[in-house]
């Protein structure tokens, strides 16, 4: 969604800003809302106009929902058609989605291979941001969901086909011995990887899916063009729609994930950061002056905000906790 944009008033603002209305509307009208979220949410709205102009548009399309009581609210959206094939969980937030995007951008969101939380919302398996999930598929295959991630599962009698809509899954794909033999593929908005009896991850990320194979192999083919390239145990690749990047080593710190954890070697700041990002709501910055620091360790995922508050023990930084929601990592001032 980098880069995106929809419609306030007239003027164009970044999908991001948007949807981080859409989130503020979620935890206005859960009927949970704390004070310290009420007031982090004010901020929220003074810290940029583009951010008011995004809540002023939410606020009105929504249709006055949000001055409903929590429970009233939650019972409005839930009666809605685009609700009655989502969670419950989920349903306050795709409504709150759909209100910041507008239809056009609703309707575009759910083209087939589109990214975006509108069709995440809607997948067959999903996790929302710091959550993970494992599961046993139909034929013996295991699936293990990262934060933030949404897939598609489409068995047929000819294949074995997982549509990755959003974020990143792990694979340990069974072996198949019924007749015909079916194939088993994950598609992303790039193209295919098929699996060659293997164990791996593919991540969706901003304009390609990126491939690490840790047992077997897979094959990766681009949606345009003839080109494939199968990459091997303990190698990693990457492919945009229409060409494949060469494959090259990886390390297996690259699936941490899966037992709660991020490795970070001589890590830059700056991508550290965004990693954690995947697993924390809000937004978490980086000053220029200090995204080429190096940071090395193990880190739990289970406690983001210890993490962050950590850093000033091992780099010459603050963190600036803004918001709650609203994180930055700075240069150290001088005392």
Known sequence: MRGATVYAQGQP?????????????????????????????QQWRQAHPDHERAWRHI??????????????SRQALLQSPLSRSVSRRGSLRLLAWVSAIGITGWF?????????????????????????RELTLADGSRLHLNSGSAVNIRYTDTQRLLQL??????????????????????????????????????????????????????????????????????????????SIGPAHAVSPDIWAWRQGLLLADAMPLRDFLHELSRYRHGLLGCDDAVAGLRISGVFPLADLDAVLLSLP???????????????????????
Do not use: N
């Open 13 to 41: 603002i970044d999908l991001a800003v948007a949807m981080q209305a859409a989130e503020w509307l979620t935890t206005l009208m859960s009927g949970e809302t704390t004070p310290a979220e009420k007031t982090a949410w």
């Open 59 to 72: 606020e009105s399309v929504s249709g006055g929902l949000r001055e409903l009581d929590g429970p009233a």
């Open 108 to 132: 575009g969101a759910r083209s087939e291979y589109a990214p975006g939380m509108a069709r995440a919302a809607l997948a067959d398996l999903s996790t929302g941001v710091g959550e993970r």
């Open 165 to 242: 809509v959003r974020g990143e899954v792990f694979i340990a794909t069974a072996r198949e011995t019924g007749r015909p033999y079916r194939p088993f593929l994950v598609e992303t908005a790039q193209g295919q990887a098929q699996a060659l009896g293997t164990r791996y991850s593919v991540r969706q990320a901003d304009g390609s899916t990126l491939v690490a194979v840790e047992e077997g192999a897979v094959r990766l083919m681009p949606r345009q063009g003839d080109c494939s390239l199968v990459i091997q145990a303990g190698q990693g690749g990457g492919m945009t729609a229409r």
């Open 313 to 335: 023990d091992s780099l010459p930084v603050d963190v600036r906790l803004r918001t709650r929601y609203w994180v930055q990592v700075e240069a150290r001032r001088q005392r």
